[in-house]
C-alpha cells in the first residue's frame, strides 16, 4: 500500500490495512512528531491533516487515506524550513509547558484558519475543543491563533 | 489484604518534604567544592570535555579545539557555548529556568547560547528529579555560583592576557571588556586560557546584585519551542532504534492479581508477534507486578494482540477496593472522635461559649496523574549492559532498581532522561521503566514499552480520596475561635496515603483547635500527584472558613486577614520554612484589589477568596463566577439525585509570592496552567473503584477540561526582595478549588463539599 505524507508517497508493502493512520505515521515511518494519547478519539493528541481537514488519527485506517494528502506536523514548515506565522506565534507566546499535545494543536489550528483565516473567539474554541491539553496551555493556544487571525484581519498576511 | 509493598512510596514522599528546603540549595553547593584533583576528574566526565592535562599542551598549540567546561553546567568549546539543562522537563519549564540563572551570572548572549539536556551524573549534579517544586530552590545559589566561577575565570583569563588587573574588566554579552582601551574578547576566545586556570571556589566568586539582573525576571521563551513546533523528536515515546521491537505489559485489572494461566501460546501466533511470555513479578508493587508481555514488530500488533490476550487471575490477594463502600463507612466515621493529631486550648469549651457555629461533611474522590504522554520506556539489554530511555521526574532512583531487576551493577546501566509529556508527580515512580527492564532482558533487539491509556490510569499511583468533618465556632466579636477538622483518609498497605498534623491551616492562627485522623483500608497504590496533600486540604479548610465567615456575618475577606493576624511565622514548616502571615496577608490583600473586592456584581454573580501556603509558596486567589439557574435532576457518580446548575468563572486573579521571578513567561504560564488543571479538577475529575477495579479508565469518562470553558487568569507576583526564589510547580494549584466554591457560595448561596462539583450537579458552561 502507499500513501503520500507530507508530499512524499511512501510504499508501505504488505501492512495491515486496519492499521491506525497513527502508528503508520509513527512505527513505520518514523514520523513521531504526532503523538498517542489516548486512542480512542478524545484527547486530539494525533491530529493529522487529511486534505486540509483536521483528523484525528488513532483510529483512522491507514487504508483510508491512500487517495489523500496526509500532512503531519512535520511537514506544516516550509520546505526550506521557514515557520509559518503560526509556528513562530506559538514561539513568541511560549505557548507550550510539556508540549506533548502542542502538535495535534498546531495543526488543528492550522486547519481552522485554512478554511476560515479570521475566525472569531467561538470559532477558536470551536475548533480547539477536540484538542485536550492537560497541562492547561489553552489561554496561549488562543492568542496565539487569535494574533495570526488578527493580522489575517489587518491585511498583513505577508503570505 | 494487600501483599504489595509500599514503602517506596512513602518514602519518596517523605524525600520530597523533607527536600524541599531552600536552605538545601546553600548546603547543597558542596558540589562546587572541588579540589583541583577532582576538578579534572569530573571535567572529563562530564562529557567532550578533554582532560585538562591534556588540554593544556593543546592549548598552545590549538587554541580553539579546547573545551572550557568548569563544571557539569557549562561548556564553551569551538562550537560556541552550551548549557547543560541537569533536571527533567515535565512541562514546570526547568530546562528554560535553570540555564537562565547560569546565563546571568555568566553574562552569555542569551540569544547565542545551545541548551542539552544533562545526562545522569550524581557527581555533578545537586539533584535530578522533578518534584516538591525543589529545582528553583535547590539550584539558585549553585547555579548562580556556577555561571560566576565560569565568568571569574573567562575574566582573569582575559586580565592575564593583557596584564591588567581584573578589576578593570567588564562582562557582556559573551564577552569580556577592558574600558580603558576598548579591547574585547569573546568568551570563545578565551576558553583554551580559562580552561588551564584554577577552578576558584565558589564562596569566593562575587555574585551579582539582584538589581543588576538582565535576564532573571524578563519573559524568555521555552528553549524546546521551536523543535516542539516542527514535531521533532524529544520524548520518550519518541525513541527510535534499529531493529526496535514494541512491547506491552498486561497486568491484572484488580492491582495485586497475579497470572494463573494465559493464551500465550495463541498469542505468539499471531501476526506481528515476535515474543509472548509471563512475569511474575517481584511482589513489591513500585518495581514489577505480575503480568504478560507481548513483543511485537510494531505498536498496533502489540495493541491488537494485547486484545486477544486472555488471562486467568488469581485474585485472591487482589483490590477488592470499593468507593462507594468507603463513602459510607467515611459517613459513619464522621460521627466518632478519632485520634486527636493536634489539640490546641480547649475546642469543645469554645464551642459552648460561642455566638454561631458551623458544621460541614467535606468529601474529595480518588482523581488519576493522567500526564498526556502514556508511559513508556525504551530498553535496550545487551548482556553486560542495560541502556534506558525514559521520561521520568526520578533518572537518578531509577538506575540501581533497573539494575537490580537485570542482575547488572549499576555502572552497568545507562539511563538517557527524555522530555516527560507532563509528569504532576506520576513520573516520580518508575514501575514502567522497571518493566522495560525485565522484559527487554528476555528480547535479542531493544524494545520500547508503551502502557497504553487504560493502563496508565488503571496502574497510577492515584491521589486519594478523603473526608473531612468539619466544625468550628466564632464568638461574639465574630471572631473564629474554635475548630476541629476530622480527617478521615486511605491507608494503602497500611500507611495513610496523607497526613493532617497541627500546622494545616489555621494551625497556629486560631486558639481552640483540634486535628484528628482516621484510615480506612486501601489496596490502591496513592501518591504525590501535584502540590500533594495541600491540593485537597486547601479545598476544605478554606470552604469551611468561608462558612464560619458566613456564620458571623462578616466578610470573607475580612475574617480571612483576621485569622491570619500579625506578621509572624506559623504553621508545621519545618527548618523555618513555615508560612508567613505577613506574606500570607499580601498577596490576600493583592489579589482582593486586583480583583475589585466588594464591587458591585450582576445578580447569580459572586466572588471567592482563598488563601493557600504550600511549597513554600504563598498564593492568594480571587474568583468571579456566575452560576445559572437550576435546571433538570440528574443522577450522579454516587446514585444521588441532584440538580444541575450551569457554572461560568468568569475572571481569575492571582496573587503570588515565591521570591523573585527567574522566567516570567514561565511563571505565567505555570499559574495559568495550575488554574486550568485545578478548576479541571475540581469540577468533574474522578476515579471510582468497584470491585477492585476503577471504573473509568479513559478521557471519554475521565473528562479533562476543554479550552472553551476555559476561564481568563490574571497573574500578579509580590517579589520584596527579602526572599530567595521558590517553585511555582505546584502551589498555585490549590487555593483555586475553594475561590470558586466560595464564589459559588455568595453567587447562589449553594455550599459545595464534594470535588468534583459535578458530584453537586454543576457544570461549566
Ligand atoms: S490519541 Fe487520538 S484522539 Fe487521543
Ligand atoms: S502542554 Fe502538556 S499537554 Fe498540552
Known amino acids: ?159 | 489484604m494487600s501483599t504489595l509493598n509500599y514503602d517506596s512510596v512513602n518514602e519518596i514522599t517523605e524525600f520530597f518534604t523533607r527536600k524541599a528546603q531552600p536552605d538545601d540549595a546553600t548546603r547543597n553547593a558542596h558540589i562546587f567544592k572541588l579540589d583541583r584533583r577532582q576538578f579534572l576528574k569530573l571535567t572529563g566526565i562530564a562529557g567532550g570535555g578533554l582532560m585538562l592535562g591534556f588540554a593544556l599542551s593543546r592549548a598552545r598549540a590549538h587554541a580553539d579545539h579546547v573545551d572550557f567546561n568548569p563544571n557539569g553546567y557549562i561548556k564553551i568549546d569551538s562550537e560556541g557555548i552550551t548549557l547543560y539543562a541537569p533536571n527533567p522537563e515535565i512541562g514546570q519549564g526547568v530546562k528554560t529556568s535553570l540555564p537562565m540563572i547560569v546565563a546571568e551570572e555568566l553574562d552569555v548572549d542569551w540569544a547565542e547560547i545551545r541548551v542539552v539536556q544533562s545526562e545522569i551524573n550524581p557527581a555533578l549534579y545537586v539533584q535530578q528529579f522533578a518534584g516538591g517544586s525543589t529545582a528553583i530552590p535547590a539550584y539558585y545559589t549553585p547555579l548562580r555560583q556556577a555561571g560566576a566561577t565560569a565568568r571569574a575565570m573567562l575574566v582573569q583569563a582575559a586580565a592575564d592576557q593583557w596584564s591588567v588587573s581584573p578589576s578593570t574588566l567588564s562582562t557582556e554579552l559573551s564577552q569580556v571588556l577592558h574600558a580603558g582601551t576598548g579591547q574585547k574578547f569573546s568568551y570563545q576566545e578565551l576558553a583554551s586560557v580559562a580552561a588551564t586556570l584554577p577552578v576558584p571556589s565558589p564562596e569566593s566568586v562575587r555574585l551579582k546584585d539582584p538589581k543588576q539582573f538582565r535576564l532573571l525576571g524578563t519573559r524568555i521563551t521555552g528553549v524546546d519551542n521551536e523543535a516542539l513546533v516542527r514535531g521533532e523528536p524529544l520524548f520518550g515515546i519518541d525513541v527510535s532504534l534499529p531493529d526496535l521491537k514494541y512491547a506491552i505489559y498486561q497486568k491484572c485489572p484488580a492491582i495485586g492479581g497475579t497470572v494463573q494461566s494465559a493464551n500465550i501460546e495463541e498469542i505468539k501466533k499471531m501476526p506481528g508477534v515476535v515474543d509472548a511470555f509471563a512475569l511474575e513479578g517481584t511482589g513489591n508493587g513500585n518495581d514489577l507486578f505480575p503480568g504478560v508481555a507481548i513483543i511485537a514488530n510494531s505498536t498496533w500488533e502489540a495493541f491488537q494482540a494485547k486484545r486477544a490476550l486472555k488471562v486467568e487471575w488469581d485474585e485472591t490477594n487482589a483490590s477488592k477496593d470499593s468507593w462507594s463502600a468507603a463513602r459510607k463507612e467515611a459517613a459513619r466515621l464522621a460521627q466518632e472522635p478519632a485520634t486527636q493529631i493536634a489539640n490546641n486550648g480547649d475546642f469543645d469549651a469554645a464551642m459552648s461559649t460561642s455566638t454561631a457555629t458551623s458544621s460541614g461533611f467535606y468529601q474529595y474522590h480518588f482523581v488519576s496523574h493522567a500526564p498526556l504522554e502514556p508511559q513508556n520506556c525504551t530498553a535496550h539489554y545487551k548482556g553486560d549492559s542495560l541502556e534506558l530511555w525514559a521520561p521520568t521526574q526520578t533518572p537518578s532512583w531509577a538506575i540501581p532498581t533497573a539494575a537490580r531487576l537485570t542482575g547488572m551493577e549499576t555502572s552497568q546501566v545507562t539511563l538517557h532522561q527524555m522530555r516527560c509529556g507532563g509528569g504532576f508527580g506520576r513520573r516520580l515512580y518508575n514501575d514502567f521503566l522497571f518493566e522495560a527492564a525485565a522484559i527487554a532482558r528476555r528480547s535479542k533487539s531493544p524494545i520500547k514499552l508503551q502502557w497504553t491509556r487504560e493502563d496508565d490510569v488503571r496502574y497510577d499511583l492515584f491521589r486519594a480520596g478523603g473526608f473531612h468533618q468539619m466544625d468550628g465556632c466564632v464568638d461574639e466579636n465574630g471572631k473564629v475561635t474554635g475548630w476541629r477538622n476530622r480527617f478521615i483518609t486511605f491507608a494503602p498497605g497500611g500507611r495513610p496515603a496523607s497526613s493532617m498534623n497541627g500546622g494545616v491551616f489555621p494551625g497556629g492562627m486560631v486558639d481552640n483547635l483540634r486535628v484528628e485522623q482516621t484510615a480506612l483500608d486501601w489496596a490502591y497504590r496513592c501518591a504525590a500527584w501535584r502540590a500533594p496533600n495541600a491540593n485537597v486540604f486547601a479545598f476544605v479548610v478554606q470552604s469551611f472558613l468561608d462558612e464560619l465567615s458566613h456564620a458571623a456575618q462578616r466578610d470573607s475577606l475580612e475574617v480571612l486577614l483576621e485569622v491570619l493576624g500579625e506578621p509572624r511565622s506559623v504553621g508545621g514548616g519545618r527548618r523555618g520554612r513555615g508560612m508567613h502571615t505577613g506574606r500570607a496577608a499580601n498577596v490576600v490583600k493583592l489579589a482582593a484589589e486586583k480583583a475589585g473586592w466588594g464591587k458591585e456584581l450582576p445578580k447569580n454573580s459572586g466572588m471567592g477568596v482563598a488563601f493557600y501556603y504550600s511549597h513554600a509558596g504563598h498564593i492568594a486567589i480571587v474568583a468571579e463566577v456566575s452560576v445559572g439557574g437550576e435546571e433538570n435532576a440528574v443522577t450522579n457518580r454516587s446514585g444521588e439525585n441532584v440538580i444541575r446548575r450551569k457554572l461560568k468563572v468568569d475572571n481569575v486573579t492571582v496573587a503570588s509570592d515565591v521570591g523573585p521571578i527567574i522566567n516570567l513567561s514561565g511563571a505565567e504560564n505555570q499559574v495559568e496552567g495550575s488554574v486550568i488543571d485545578a478548576l479541571s479538577t475540581m469540577m468533574d475529575l474522578s476515579i471510582t473503584f468497584e470491585n477492585g477495579r476503577a471504573e473509568q479508565t479513559n478521557f471519554d469518562k475521565y473528562r479533562i477540561l476543554r479550552a472553551s470553558v476555559s476561564p481568563a487568569v490574571e497573574a500578579h507576583f509580590i517579589d520584596t526582595g527579602e526572599h530567595s526564589p521558590t517553585g511555582l510547580g505546584e502551589p498555585v494549584f490549590p487555593p483555586l478549588a475553594p475561590a470558586v466554591g466560595n464564589a459559588i457560595f455568595a453567587a447562589c448561596g449553594h455550599r459545595v463539599r464534594t470535588l468534583p462539583i459535578s458530584e453537586e450537579g454543576f457544570y461549566l458552561g
Do not use: F
Open chain 1, 1 to 159: 500500500m502507499k500513501i503520500n505524507v507530507n508530499g512524499t508517497t511512501h510504499d508501505l508493502g504488505e501492512i495491515n490495512p486496519r492499521t491506525p493512520l497513527l502508528w503508520v505515521l509513527r512505527d513505520h515511518l518514523s514520523l513521531v512528531g504526532t503523538k498517542y494519547g489516548c486512542g480512542i478519539s478524545q484527547c486530539g493528541a494525533c491530529t493529522v491533516l487529511l486534505n486540509g481537514e483536521a483528523m484525528k488519527s488513532c483510529l483512522y485506517p491507514v487504508s483510508a487515506v491512500r487517495d489523500a494528502q496526509v500532512t503531519t506536523i512535520e511537514g506544516v514548515a516550509a520546505k526550506d524550513g521557514t515557520l509559518t506565522r503560526l509556528q513562530q506565534a506559538w514561539i513568541d507566546l511560549d505557548v507550550a509547558q510539556c508540549g506533548y499535545c502542542q502538535a495535534g494543536q498546531l495543526i488543528s489550528a492550522e486547519a481552522l484558519l485554512r478554511k476560515n483565516p479570521t475566525p472569531t473567539d467561538d470559532e477558536i474554541y470551536a475548533a480547539m475543543d477536540p484538542n485536550l491539553c492537560r497541562c492547561g496551555t489553552y489561554i496561549r493556544i488562543h492568542n496565539a491563533i487569535k494574533r495570526v487571525a488578527d493580522e489575517n484581519k489587518s491585511g498583513q498576511n505577508g503570505g
